[in-house]
Each structure stands twice: as C-alpha cells, then as structure tokens.
C-alpha cells in the first residue's frame, strides 16, 4: 500500500460547505496529473452529496497552485507527442460553470498557470493579501491554456485579459481586485475564516435550486442578446414560484428564522 499522502483532500462542515484542499505542500501545490485526477474525483463526491451546499476551493500550506508541477513540464518537454499537459485527461475546469453548486476560490498562496486557469473558473474568488497571481503562458512558449482566453475577458475585458495573456506580467492580489479579477483581498491569517463565513451564510440562507438556476443563466447568458434573457428568466420565474422553496423562502422570513431549502437534486 502506498504511504504517499493524497493530493487533494476534503471536508464537510457542519452548515453544509464543502473545503476542497490541493494537498502537496511541498511543492506549493503545483498541478500535476495525479492531482488533477484526484480533484476532479473530489468534485463529483460534492455534486452528489446533499449535505454540501458551497464549494470552497484552497491549498495547503502556501501554495494555491503555482502552475503545472515542472517534472511534469519537462516530461512533456522530453516527449511533446505524448500529451498537452497534466490537466487533460481527468476533467475540464470549464465543467465549473455547469456545476449546480458554488464554488468559491480561496487563494492563499501564488496562482500561477493552471492554477490561474482553476482560480478564473470558479464562481468567486477570494485572495490573500500580498499574493501574486499570472498567466505565465506566454513566458513558456505555450498558447492560453484551458479555456483561459473564454474565461478572462468575460471576467474583466478583452483589454486587461491581453495584458494578462501577451505580456505573462506578475500582478498582485490588489491589482486584481482593482480588475474586478477577484471579489475581495483579505489578510491571509483571517482569508479562511472570512471566505467561510460568506460560504456558511450562502450555505444557511440561500436556496440551492436558486444557485443552479442562476448559474445556468449568467453563464448562458454570456452568449445570448437581453431580449433572449429575458424572455428565458420570465419563464424561470413562473417555474422557480410553484416550487416549495419559494414558499420556504417566504414563509421563513415572514417567521423570521433562517430558511430550511431542499439540497439541489440534478
């Protein structure tokens, strides 16, 4: 039996958020074939659990994800035709937006590469402050990687995801925040605390047919006119008031007691 320790590990709190941990500090957490296995594995286990509401994504140590691990780099180097990197194969990030449940970045360490991919593709993200964060592709010969170049400038413009991109420069947390690249910059002693107080509140008050529903139109609606959402979110609507938890929510805050939704259900 193998004593190597597993690369991402998980917890459930008590108010139903799900804690998604890149285990390898060692090496801050770099991106390699085995973890991307074993993190896409720990993002079915959530989808299927009722008892996770929220997902919350971090790393050990450090680290969030520096990028691809750089053995794997120059395996890939020493083999080109043997793949494109150690993020095929086990899933796609871009399946973040189809997930019904949030999930939340927390970035406690440098997000670099991939893991700059991963972090873009969650729903929030939340940075310590002082870490730094870049795109790098361009400063290892390689193209916008995994969905980067969709992700980036729907996230904050064509301009500022060029910049990010062409030149492969090093910003820190402030200037991202300043980009609208992150939600909000904390210290990274209190990062963890606060990105799970937010998480626990969606988790107690928030209804979680809403977040799939929500989730499915923002992202849909990045390709569609207004006329099109609209017409679509009228039709949600009449749908989302026939439903118990429109009542619930209703009917608890009338109580004024936090509500007791069902967990979303595919």
Same mark, same amino acid.
């Given at each position: 039996?193998? @004593? ?9 709190? &008590? ?12 090496? !801050? @957490?770099?991106?390699?074939?085995? !973890?991307? /296995? ?6 079915? #286990? ?5 008892d996770v509401r929220v997902v919350v994504i971090t790393g050990a140590g450090k680290g969030f994800c520096p990028g691809a691990d750089m053995d794997a780099l120059n395996q890939i180097r020493a083999n080109p035709a043997g793949g494109a990197g150690p993020a095929t194969g086990a899933g796609k990030f871009s399946d973040l937006l189809s997930y019904p /449940?949030?999930?939340?970045?927390? !970035? ?10 991963? &972090?873009?593709? %969650? ?8 870490? $730094? ?11 916008? #990687? ?26 820190? +947390? ?15 002693? #209190?990062?963890?605390? /606060?990105?799970? &107080? ?7 008050? %928030? %209804?979680?047919?809403?977040? +799939?529903?929500? $989730? ?20 949600? !609507? @009449? ?8 009542? #619930? ?18």
């Amino acid at each position: 039996m193998s @004593n190597s320790p597993d690369l991402v590990v998980s917890s459930v709190s &008590a108010t139903g958020v799900g804690v998604i941990t890149l285990n390898n500090p060692d090496r !801050m @957490n770099a991106w390699s074939a085995a !973890m991307s /296995k074993r993190f896409f594995e720990r993002l079915a #286990e959530f989808r299927t659990n009722p008892d996770v509401r929220v997902v919350v994504i971090t790393g050990a140590g450090k680290g969030f994800c520096p990028g691809a691990d750089m053995d794997a780099l120059n395996q890939i180097r020493a083999n080109p035709a043997g793949g494109a990197g150690p993020a095929t194969g086990a899933g796609k990030f871009s399946d973040l937006l189809s997930y019904p /449940k949030p999930v939340i970045a927390a !970035m406690n360490g440098a997000a670099a590469g991939v893991g700059f991919v991963l &972090a873009i593709f %969650c729903d929030l993200r939340f940075a310590a402050s002082g870490i $730094k964060l870049t795109t790098s592709f361009s400063r290892r010969g390689l193209i916008a #990687e995994y969905g980067s170049s969709w992700a980036l400038p729907r996230l904050i413009g064509s301009a500022r995801a060029l910049d990010l991109l062409l030149s492969g420069r090093v910003i820190t +947390a402030d200037e991202a925040e300043r980009m609208g690249l992150v939600n909000a910059v904390y210290p990274g002693e #209190e990062l963890m605390d /606060k990105v799970m &107080a937010y998480a626990d509140d969606m988790a107690v008050n %928030c %209804c979680p047919t809403s977040w +799939a529903t929500m $989730k499915r139109q923002v992202y849909g609606d990045w390709l569609r006119d207004a006329d099109a959402s609209t017409s679509d979110a009228i039709g949600l !609507m @009449n749908e989302s008031v026939l439903r118990a938890d429109f009542q #619930e929510g209703v009917q608890s805050f009338l109580d004024k007691r936090p509500p007791a939704f069902a967990p979303y259900t595919d």
